[in-house]
């Protein structure tokens, strides 16, 4: 199955436990997860704060462990980026990231909101996170 979205990916405390400028031991089911969507026609974008070397080792250690991303640090390979004419933000449909509104959920349940398209919503001043909406079933001459 191929398609064109694209997830950005945080790794320090979402692929692998924070050990920053280390690098921690990965999560549970991190990079089966990556693979599993890299393989459903996902585009990876490593997102991060590293850079330099410690960002060489971090892709290093994602290659080591099976994952080569579309892009890193940037919406995709070989992006020119010029600060005084450029945001920063990245062309991505998901971002995750274990600082997340919520917390990090874990691999299994990210895949799942993947998959599922589960949406968050707001009752009050409370988020309630990786809870599908309730969506009306419309009622007509054909449904």
């Known amino acids: 199955m191929l ?4 997830i950005a ?6 692929v692998v436990d924070d050990a920053y400028p280390g690098i921690g031991k990965p999560k ?10 890299q393989a459903e026609g996902y585009r990876l974008i490593l997102w991060t704060y590293r850079h ?16 080569e991303f579309y892009a890193v640090n940037s919406s995709f390979e070989g992006e020119v980026f010029d ?3 450029q945001s920063r ?3 991505a449909d998901w971002f995750i990231d274990d600082r997340n509104i919520g917390g990090f959920p874990g691999w299994g349940e990210i895949y799942n909101i993947i998959q599922e398209r589960i949406e968050f919503r707001v009752e009050g001043k409370e988020v309630l996170p990786y809870s599908k ?6 009622k007509g001459l054909f449904w």
């Open 9 to 14: 990916v945080d790794f320090d405390g979402t």
């Open 133 to 138: 909406l309730k969506k009306e079933k419309k």
């Open 3 to 6: 398609n064109n979205k694209k």
């Open 28 to 37: 549970i089911f991190a990079f089966e997860t990556l693979k599993r969507l």
């Open 83 to 85: 600060s005084q004419t």
């Open 89 to 91: 933000k990245l062309d």
């Open 52 to 67: 330099g070397k410690t960002l060489d080792e971090a892709v290093e250690f994602c290659k080591k462990n099976g994952i």
